[in-house]
């Protein structure tokens, strides 16, 4: 995932999903980041719920669909 898709997750995350910018930093400097996909870290660590997890899943699959 590139800049602008990270910056657009980040921004679905904090505006949609409620997940605060404190929360996120934390996991962005997280060692596990380079192995797990972040909503997937989100998840694990109970920011999330799974239907929550659904969503965001449901809403990075729209982002890949369409056109830039």
């Known amino acids: 995932m590139n800049r602008h898709?990270?910056?657009?997750?980040?921004?679905?995350?904090?505006?949609?999903?409620?997940?605060?910018?404190a929360e996120l930093a934390v996991?962005?400097?997280h060692p596990e980041r380079d192995?797990?996909?972040?909503?997937?870290l989100l998840w694990q660590?109970?920011?999330?719920t799974l239907n929550q997890l659904s969503q965001i899943f449901d809403w990075l699959e729209m982002q890949n669909c369409s056109p830039l």
């Open 5 to 21: 898709h990270d910056a657009k997750l980040i921004h679905f995350l904090e505006q949609e999903m409620a997940v605060s910018p």
């Open 27 to 29: 996991l962005l400097r």
């Open 35 to 40: 192995y797990a996909p972040l909503p997937m």
């Open 45 to 48: 660590y109970g920011l999330v």
